[in-house]
């Protein structure tokens, strides 16, 4: 079975700082691999997602991710944070691409002025 | 891109009361649907799978007479909470799969459940 373990349940940056997201995933199968944000009452937005291929995926909003299999892996990261990306954000694996996601507890992004 | 719409966003409804929230899926054809459940600061919950027209596969916990589904098309599934009571007050977010898109999971914008 699948899990996904986030570090950190809340992250605070300061506006133009790094933006790193910390997410491992365990799998007994090559998994998929998803990052999506959530803004308060809203549904979730996928940011980016990792299927086969190159292992550094590009997403919309600037972030990106690394999947790094030796490490199990698959963290977020944006060069310069903005305060519209203060929300919470969820990283989820699939191990077929059509079984339900399995989510991560969440990291609450913080945005500081 | 895919869309669900999923309705309505909020409701407010009297215990033992029963509640229907529907999700479409608007531009593509969802084979399966997912229904999560989000307790307020906490990560989504999987309630129950289910593929157009057979029977809803619920999670361990998860009572199937107290949370129906119904996914009659391949664009509409419904969740109903039956007899409802504070208890059940909640974030339910329903997710569809593209059967034609690998790893295409879209998700609806979620309906806040207020029992009182």
């Known amino acids: 079975a699948q899990s996904v373990t986030q570090l950190g349940s809340h992250v605070s940056v300061s506006e133009g700082a790094l933006v790193l997201l910390r997410c491992n995933y365990s799998s007994s199968v090559p998994p998929y691999l998803f990052w999506y944000v959530q803004y308060p009452n809203q549904g979730l937005q996928l940011l980016l997602k990792y299927t086969t291929g190159a292992t550094l995926v590009k997403g919309i909003n600037g972030f990106e991710a690394e999947f790094k299999k030796s490490e199990t892996s698959f963290h977020l990261t944006k060069p310069s944070a903005h305060m519209s990306d203060a929300a919470e954000y969820f990283c989820a694996v699939s191990d077929s691409g059509n079984t339900p996601l399995v989510f991560g507890k969440g990291t609450r992004l913080s945005v500081i002025a | ?116």
Not at chain 2, 27 to 47: C, E, G, H, I, V
Not at chain 2, 66 to 93: C, G, M, Q, R
């Open chain 2, 1 to 116: 891109g895919a869309v669900v719409s999923q309705h309505p966003s909020r409701v407010i409804c009297k215990s033992g009361t029963s509640v229907k929230i529907e999700c479409r899926s608007l531009d593509f054809q969802a084979t399966t649907m997912f229904w999560y459940r989000q307790f307020p600061k906490q990560s989504l919950m999987l309630m129950a799978t289910s593929n157009e027209g057979s029977k809803a596969t619920y999670e361990q916990g998860v009572e199937k007479d107290k949370f129906l589904i119904n996914h009659a098309s391949l664009t509409l599934s419904t969740l109903t909470v039956t007899s409802a009571h504070p208890e059940d007050s909640s974030f339910y977010i329903c997710s569809a799969q593209n059967g034609t898109d690998p790893a295409g999971y879209t998700f609806g914008s979620g309906t806040r459940l207020t029992v009182v």
